[in-house]
């Protein structure tokens, strides 16, 4: 404890800031979205090292070797591809200098340090993840529920008393209906585009 109160008190440690909208164009995160395919930035959290880019489609880490080194390597964590779990905000006690928002993307896990006096606006990306985290998985319920029904009528028909040729053709009448379903399913429920849920939670 003592050593993170010297490291804070030196300005050593890694503690992030949340960068307003007007500077995010001076950001390294900002080179990176995909303006061009309308995504949008919606939270920015910098560290010395580090920056932790928010956008509509896809969480961007531009990940520092070291507060001194230049040297930066790109992460990109698209929400349809990397489901967010985990999500947790730790508050600061009276002695703390920060804050730590903490979540998972898929199998990476992420730990951010926040100067405690932006907690408020850290609530507001605490709120837009757990509510993209809880719409992955209600979605996540739905397609495999499809996909379920799916299975049981094909085993259903395997099943049935039907002449070969008759069973041939129920079978890919089911087959081509399956898959416009299912590809409408997916369309619905596979949501890649969370625009939305952070234009109601953030600086509201």
Not at 17 to 44: G, N, R, W
Not at 64 to 84: C, D, V, W
């Amino acid at each position: 404890m003592f050593k993170k109160i010297a490291s804070d008190a030196l300005g050593l440690s890694d503690i992030g800031t949340i960068i307003s909208p007007a500077d995010y164009d001076k950001t390294d995160a900002d080179d990176y979205v995909m303006h061009e395919d309308d995504e949008k930035i919606y939270f920015l959290i910098k560290t010395k090292a580090d920056e932790y880019c928010f956008t509509n489609l896809a969480v961007i880490h531009v990940d520092g070797e070291s507060a001194i080194s230049s040297k930066r390597t790109l992460k990109r964590y698209p929400y349809s591809q990397h489901k967010i779990s985990g999500v947790v905000l730790e508050t600061a006690g009276k002695i703390d200098m920060d804050v730590e928002i903490k979540f998972q993307l898929g199998g990476q896990k992420f730990d951010i340090d926040v100067r405690k006096d932006q907690i408020e606006q850290l609530k507001d990306l605490y709120k837009s993840l757990l509510r993209i985290s809880e719409i992955t998985h209600e979605n996540n319920i739905y397609i495999d529920m499809a996909s379920q029904s799916l299975d049981k009528a094909v085993n259903i028909l395997q099943n049935s008393r039907t002449d070969d040729q008759k069973l041939g053709d129920t079978y890919r009448e089911l087959t081509d209906f399956g898959f416009t379903w299912m590809t409408s399913v997916r369309e619905q429920y596979h949501v890649k585009d969370f625009g939305e849920v952070f234009e109601k939670y953030i600086n509201n």
